[in-house]
RNA sequence: GGCAGGUUGUCCGAGCGGCCAAUGGAAACGGACUGUAAAUCCGUCGGCGUAUGCCUACGCAGGUUCGAAUCCUGCACCUGCCA
C-alpha cells in the first residue's frame, strides 16, 4: 500500500492558488487528503496530438497532489477518444482509431516527463480503451446504462444547451463511459478521486454517483477553473491557434512570449495556478507588478517557470537569450553573428536566395499568408526590416542589408520576428 | 417514409436574378498611445506585380438565363413536426 506521509497542507494550498472551483462535499474531501496518500486519476482525451494550455493545469495540479504524498493514476482516453465529449459549438466529427492510437501515444509521452512514475506514490499510466473496447453492448446497458437517469442526463448544460442543435446519441452516451472509469479505477485500483477541468464537471460528478450507486461507494470529485483572459474570454488564441505543449506545434520561443505576454491582471493568478513558486514569492511578485507594472517581474518569473516546467532550463535560456536580442532595443549589427543567428533560429527562419523581394520574403517567412497581405501591411507600415519601417513595396533587400553576412531580421508589428538567411 | 425549414467567408449572421468578393457583429492583424500589458481611437481583413481586369468562393452536381449566392432538378447532410 501507499506508505507515504502526505502533507497537510495541500488543500489550502490548492485553494489559496484557486484551484478548486467545485467540489464534491469539501469536507470530506478534506479528510480524505489530510489523514492519508489518496489514490486519485485525471483524464486527457486525444482530441489532438498534443495537449495544450487547458490540460496543463490539469497535469499540474496532478504533479501538486504527487509532491503532496498522493498516488496519480494518468488516463489517457483512447476509448472516450472515439466518443467524443459534448461540447457547446456543437457535434464533433470522429476521428479514426488510427488517428486516436497514435495521439494516445503522443499525449502519454508528454504526460510521462512532469510525473514520478517511480518510489512510494509512483503514478500510473492507463487507457481507458484497455476496458471499454471489449465492453458488450448488453453489458454496458445493464450494468452501467442502468444507473444513469435520462432525466438527470438531459438537465446537464452542455446537453441542454445542445437540444436544439442536435446531439447524437454517441456524445449524449460519453459521461456513461467516463463514469465507467471512474468506477472501474475505483473497484480495481482503489482511485478514490478524480478531478478535471470545470467544463468536466457533469463527467466528474456523474462518476462519483455511478460509485455510490453501483458500490455504495464513497468517492471525490473537484473541478479546476477554466482559465480565461482578463475580460472572461478564451484563451489559447494566439498567433491563431491553441497554445499546445509540444515543441514541434509551438516553438519553446513562442510559448516563451505567450507567458511573457500576460495581462497584468491575470500575472498573479497565472503564477498560482502554473508555477511552483511559493505563495511569499508570488505575493511578492504580484506586489512588484502593482507597483512597477513597467517592469513586468511577475509576468517575466511567470515565462520563465512555466516554460522550465514545460520544455525544461535549457530551452528557457535560449528562449530568453533569443527575446533579449531580438527585443533588446539595440542594434542588431552589433549583435555578434552567432547570437543573432541562435536567436532567430529560436524564433523562426527560413531561407530564401538573394534578390529576392521583401514581399516574397515576408510570406516565406510565414509573416504574412499572401503578397497581397504583405503589401497591405508594409503600406499600414507594419513591416520592419532590421528593425527599420519598410516604406517601399518594391524593396528586394541588397548585400549592404544583411547582417552577419547572410541574415536579414523581418518582423511584423511589434511581435512576429522571422529571421531569413539569404543563400 | 411524408411534410416543412435550413446548409454563406475563421465564427455568428444578412442577402433571395444584375449595383455581390457578398451588409452587420465577433475574432484576427497593423498603426497611434504604452511597458513585447490592458483599455481606447484609427485602419485592414479571398488570390493575382494592381488590372473600369482575371481566377477562386456562397453544401455537391447539373440546368434555365445575356447574367445566379439568389430560380429549377437531382444528391448529401442538419433541424423540426408527423408516421
Redesign the pocket.
Known amino acids: 500500500m501507499d506508505r507515504v506521509s502526505v502533507d497537510p497542507g495541500l488543500l489550502d494550498d490548492l485553494e489559496w492558488r484557486g484551484l478548486i472551483a467545485h467540489s464534491t462535499d469539501p469536507e470530506a474531501l478534506r479528510e480524505a487528503l489530510t489523514e492519508q496518500p489518496v489514490r486519485f486519476y485525471v483524464g486527457f482525451d486525444p482530441t489532438a496530438p498534443s495537449l495544450h494550455m487547458g490540460n496543463l493545469v490539469q497535469i499540474l495540479t496532478a504533479k501538486r497532489l504527487q509532491l503532496a504524498g498522493h498516488t496519480p493514476y494518468a488516463l489517457v482516453g483512447g476509448a472516450t477518444g472515439m466518443i467524443g465529449d459534448p461540447r457547446d459549438s456543437g457535434e464533433r466529427t470522429l476521428n479514426s482509431l488510427d488517428t486516436v492510437k497514435e495521439w494516445v501515444q503522443k499525449v502519454q509521452r508528454q504526460i510521462e516527463p512532469f510525473l514520478d512514475f517511480e518510489g512510494p506514490n509512483a503514478a500510473t499510466m492507463v487507457n481507458n480503451y484497455d476496458w471499454t473496447a471489449s465492453l458488450s453492448t448488453i453489458d454496458f446497458l445493464r450494468d452501467i446504462g442502468k444507473h444513469f437517469p435520462v432525466n438527470r442526463m438531459l438537465a446537464r448544460d452542455v446537453v441542454k444547451s445542445r ?4 446531439i447524437s446519441y454517441t456524445e449524449f452516451s460519453y459521461v456513461l463511459l467516463q463514469s465507467m472509469d471512474f468506477l472501474n479505477l475505483y473497484r480495481d485500483h482503489g482511485v478514490r478521486l478524480q478531478f478535471g477541468g470545470s467544463d468536466q464537471w457533469g463527467n466528474l460528478t456523474g462518476g462519483v454517483e455511478l460509485i455510490r450507486r453501483h458500490e455504495g461507494g464513497k468517492a471525490h470529485a473537484f473541478a479546476t477553473p477554466l482559465v480565461t483572459k ?2 472572461g ?1 478564451k484563451y489559447g ?4 491557434g491553441a497554445l499546445w505543449l509540444d515543441p514541434e506545434m509551438m516553438s519553446p520561443y513562442a510559448f516563451h ?1 505567450f507567458w ?6 491575470k500575472v498573479g493568478e497565472l503564477l498560482r495556478i502554473f508555477t511552483f513558486l511559493s505563495r511569499e514569492e508570488i505575493e511578492d511578485l504580484e506586489a512588484q507588478t502593482a507597483e512597477k ?2 517592469l ?1 517581474a511577475g ?1 517575466k518569473a511567470l515565462a520563465d517557470a512555466v516554460t522550465t516546467v514545460v520544455h525544461g532550463a535549457e530551452e528557457t535560456e535560449h528562449a530568453k537569450a533569443a ?1 533579449a536580442a531580438l ?1 533588446g532595443g539595440g542594434d542588431l549589427r552589433e549583435l555578434r553573428g552567432e547570437t543573432l543567428a541562435a536567436a532567430l533560429r529560436e524564433a523562426g527562419a527560413t531561407q530564401a536566395a538573394r534578390g529576392t ?1 521583401v514581399v516574397d520574403l515576408l510570406v516565406e517567412a510565414g509573416l504574412v ?5 504583405a ?3 508594409i503600406s ?3 513591416a520592419y526590416l532590421n528593425n527599420e519601417r519598410i516604406t517601399d513595396v ?1 524593396h528586394v533587400p541588397g548585400e549592404d542589408d544583411l547582417i552577419a553576412g547572410s541574415w536579414l531580421v523581418l518582423r ?5 520576428l522571422a529571421g531569413v538567411e539569404m543563400r
Not at 437540444?163 to 442536435?166: D, I, N, P, T, Y
Request: proline share 5%; aromatic share 4%; no cysteine.
Open positions: 437540444l436544439e442543435a442536435g482578463a475580460d474570454t488564441k494566439t498567433e491563431g512570449q511573457l505576454n500576460a495581462e497584468d491582471d507594472p513597467f513586468r509576468q527575446a527585443f523581394p499568408k499572401s503578397k497581397g497581405e503589401r497591405r501591411t499600414e507600415g507594419g518594391e511584423r508589428g511589434k511581435k512576429n
